[in-house]
C-alpha cells in the first residue's frame, strides 16, 4: 500500500512538472510575438490620382477599403505578430516601432477587343506590397508582394461604373483572401539575416523588338510589370519577403502616401539578386479545323540568382537557367485577320504561367513540367539548392 501511494505521488509530482513545462514554453511563445501597429492602406509609387482605386475611397473619412482591412486583420491569426491598432505613443522604443501597410503599388487595366467574334477581354491587374517598416528610422524591415489578377469577358468594352464594380469586388474577395493568408503564415522578424530580391530585368532583342511593335514607348513601366509578377509568385508560393524592385525610381527608397501625409521608407540592398531576362515569344498554329484554329503561344526566359558576397566564386551562382513555358488557346477563323492585336495577352498568361511553376518546385517538384519547361538534367537538384536560399530569407 505505500508502494502505490509512492507510485501515486511520483506521478502527480511528473504531471505537475509536465504542466510548469507547457506552461513555460506557451508563455514563451506568446511574448515572442512582436507587436506591429497597423496603419491601414495607402498608395506606393502609383499616383493615386491616376487609378480607379482612388475613385472607391471617400475623401476625409474611413473609406470602406479601410474599414474592411481593419476587419480582415483583426480576424488573422499570427504566431510572430501581436497588431496594435492604436496610434503609435512617443515613448515606444525603437525596437517596438513596427509599422504595417497595404500599398497600392500598380493598378493595371487593359482590354481588347474581337469584333468578329464580339468579345471584349478586360484585364485587371493589382499590385500590391504588405509593408513593414520601423517608424524610428523609415527603414524597410520586410515587403511581401501580392499581385491579383481578373480577368472579364464581356461582349462590349467595359464602362467606367462597371469597372469600378469589379475593382470593388476584387477588393472584397480576392484581396481579403491572399491578404489574410500572406499574413497568416508569414513570420515576421524585426531583423532579417538574409533578403532576397530581383536587381534588373533584362530584355534580349527579340523580347525587344517585340515590345517596340507591340508596346507604346511611352511604357516606361514595362520591367516593373514583370518583376512585380515573379516577386509575387516567389513570395505566395515560399513564404518569403522580396525586396521590391526600384527599376523606375532614383534612389533605393520606397514611397508610401496617405490622403493627408507620405513617407519614404529606405530599402536595403538584397543579399541574393535575381536576374530576370524576357528572352522572346513564339507562336505556331497547332491544329487547324473549319471553324477554329489551334495556337501554342510561349513565352522564354533565364532566371539567374546570386549571392554576390559569397566568398566562393563558383557557388556564387545559385541558379541560371533557361525556362519556357507554353499554352493552347482557340481561336475562330473569323478573328485570324486581327490576330496581332490581341496576342500579347496569351503570351502574357504564358509568361504568368512560367513564374507561377518555377516558384512551386521549391515546394513540390513537378517533373512533367519541368521537363517541358527546362533541358537541364540535373535541373531537380538545382531546385533542392534554391530551397536552402529561400529558407536563408525566411
Known amino acids: 500500500m505505500h508502494r502505490i501511494y509512492k507510485l501515486y505521488i511520483k506521478q502527480i509530482i511528473l504531471l505537475c512538472i509536465y504542466a510548469l513545462i507547457i506552461n513555460f514554453f506557451t508563455t514563451k511563445s506568446l511574448f515572442a510575438k512582436t507587436q506591429v501597429y497597423y496603419a491601414g492602406f495607402?498608395?506606393?509609387s502609383v499616383i493615386p490620382e491616376s487609378t480607379y482605386t482612388n475613385t472607391l475611397l471617400e475623401k476625409g473619412a474611413v473609406s470602406f477599403l479601410?474599414?474592411?482591412l481593419i476587419s480582415e486583420t483583426k480576424k488573422i491569426s499570427n504566431n510572430s505578430i501581436n497588431f496594435n491598432y492604436d496610434l503609435l505613443g512617443d515613448d515606444v522604443g525603437e525596437e517596438d516601432q513596427?509599422?504595417?501597410v497595404l500599398a497600392l503599388d500598380s493598378e493595371y487595366i487593359d482590354s481588347i477587343s474581337i469584333p468578329e467574334d464580339k468579345l471584349t477581354r478586360t484585364d485587371i491587374i493589382l499590385n500590391f506590397q504588405i509593408i513593414f517598416f520601423n517608424a524610428k528610422n523609415n527603414f524597410l524591415v520586410a515587403a511581401i508582394p501580392l499581385e491579383i489578377t481578373k480577368i472579364i469577358n464581356s461582349e462590349k468594352k467595359l464602362s467606367k461604373n462597371e469597372i469600378q464594380k469589379y475593382l470593388k469586388s476584387i477588393y472584397e474577395n480576392e484581396l481579403v483572401?491572399?491578404?489574410s493568408e500572406l499574413l497568416s503564415k508569414f513570420e515576421f522578424k524585426t531583423k532579417f539575416k538574409n533578403r532576397i530580391g530581383i536587381k534588373e530585368v533584362i530584355f534580349e532583342e527579340k523580347a525587344q523588338e517585340y515590345f517596340n511593335k507591340n508596346f507604346s514607348k511611352k511604357d516606361i513601366f514595362l520591367k516593373n510589370r514583370f518583376a512585380k509578377s515573379l516577386s509575387s509568385y516567389l513570395a505566395f508560393n515560399n513564404d518569403i519577403a522580396v525586396v521590391p524592385y526600384n527599376q523606375d525610381r532614383t534612389t533605393r527608397t520606397f514611397m508610401l502616401k496617405f490622403q493627408n501625409s507620405q513617407r519614404e521608407i529606405k530599402l536595403?540592398?538584397?543579399?541574393?539578386h535575381i536576374y530576370l531576362?524576357?528572352?522572346g515569344f513564339k507562336n505556331i498554329l497547332f491544329k487547324e479545323g473549319n471553324i477554329d484554329e489551334q495556337w501554342i503561344y510561349g513565352s522564354y526566359v533565364n532566371i539567374k540568382i546570386i549571392q554576390p558576397d559569397y566568398p566562393d566564386e563558383e557557388k556564387k551562382i545559385k541558379i541560371n537557367e533557361r525556362f519556357k513555358n507554353a499554352i493552347n488557346v482557340e481561336l475562330s477563323k473569323r478573328s485570324m485577320k486581327n490576330k496581332s492585336s490581341f496576342e500579347w495577352i496569351f503570351y502574357n498568361d504564358s509568361l504568368?504561367?512560367?513564374?507561377?511553376?518555377?516558384?512551386k518546385q521549391t515546394i513540390e517538384i513537378d517533373k512533367k513540367w519541368l521537363k517541358s519547361a527546362n533541358d537541364n538534367k540535373k535541373i531537380v537538384k538545382t531546385f533542392k539548392e534554391l530551397k536552402k536560399v529561400y529558407d536563408n530569407c525566411k
Open 42 to 44: 495607402s498608395f506606393g
Open 98 to 100: 513596427n509599422i504595417m
Open 66 to 68: 479601410d474599414k474592411l
Open 277 to 279: 531576362t524576357i528572352r
Open 268 to 272: 536595403p540592398d538584397p543579399d541574393y
Open 177 to 179: 483572401k491572399y491578404y
Open 352 to 359: 504568368k504561367m512560367l513564374f507561377d511553376n518555377f516558384s
